[in-house]
């Protein structure tokens, strides 16, 4: 099972409390350590969470600079946490616009982490799926006549993974939006979508469980007919 969280309402949770944006972040970060370790408990086989897209470069510098040092600080941390519950790690989207001490980083942690079996964990920083598709199609020019399973592959090489992910069985979005932002969208072209009125620092494992077992009653018929209908 691939699940995706689109991370959303650090922010706001901490504008709410007459907080800087920056409270709501590290918040955040305590968040993704309690639904990585629910995720591996409900065997789940690939969890992406949507860290920095693109479209965050846009912020206030200061905002982008507490992020990137936070997400540095994440991978320090939980790095050997995810090694002790044989977690991979694997950081997808754009590195050419990366400090190069969050490169080193980064690669650092897949490095330790690759030999894990269990469950892997795929953040997506400075991730555009849209950029992503369009390296595809470009490395994807370069050969004939590619296959659906072909494209994929190119697209996860676009991405920098390091491990093969399949299709997003189930997109979970918090913060009471309802779009998908950029976010996986080659690879959720059939997932079921669950979106959640709680902001990201409060998205806690039983309101994570309540979107599993959400997700466990839809019936998933990929265009065709039901058993029922048939």
């Known amino acids: 099972?691939?699940?995706?969280?689109?991370?959303?309402?650090?922010g706001r949770w901490a504008t709410q409390r007459g907080l800087p944006r920056t409270a709501g972040h590290i918040e955040g970060a305590k968040t993704v350590r309690t639904i990585v370790e629910a995720a591996a408990r409900a065997d789940v086989k690939t969890l992406?969470?949507?860290a920095f897209s693109s479209a965050n470069w846009a912020r206030p510098p200061a905002e982008i600079a507490a992020l990137?040092?936070?997400?540095?600080?994440?991978l320090f941390t939980e790095t050997r946490r995810c090694m002790e519950q044989s977690i991979r790690i694997n950081v997808i989207g754009r590195r050419d616009r990366l400090s190069g001490n969050l490169l080193r980083s980064i690669e650092q942690s897949e490095r330790s982490s690759a030999g894990g079996s269990g469950m892997l964990l795929r953040i997506a920083v400075d991730y555009s799926s849209q950029h992503s598709?369009?390296?595809?199609?470009?490395?994807?020019a370069l050969g004939t006549d590619p296959t659906a399973d072909d494209f994929h592959r190119l697209l996860l090489e676009a991405d920098h993974c390091n491990h093969a992910a399949g299709a997003v069985d189930l997109l979970i979005r918090t913060g009471n939006e309802r779009r998908l932002s950029d976010f996986l969208l080659w690879e959720s072209a059939f997932?079921?979508?669950?979106?959640?009125?709680?902001?990201?620092?409060?998205?806690?494992?039983?309101r994570f469980q309540r979107a599993l077992e959400d997700y466990g009653?839809?019936?998933?018929?990929?265009g065709g007919l039901?058993?029922?209908?048939?």
């Open 1 to 10: 099972m691939h699940v995706a969280i689109i991370m959303d309402g650090n």
């Open 48 to 50: 992406t969470l949507y």
């Open 68 to 74: 990137m040092r936070l997400f540095g600080q994440y």
């Open 133 to 140: 598709i369009l390296q595809a199609a470009r490395l994807a």
């Open 191 to 206: 997932a079921e979508l669950h979106f959640s009125d709680c902001l990201w620092p409060d998205f806690d494992e039983p």
């Open 217 to 222: 009653g839809r019936q998933r018929r990929f």
């Open 226 to 230: 039901s058993a029922k209908t048939q």
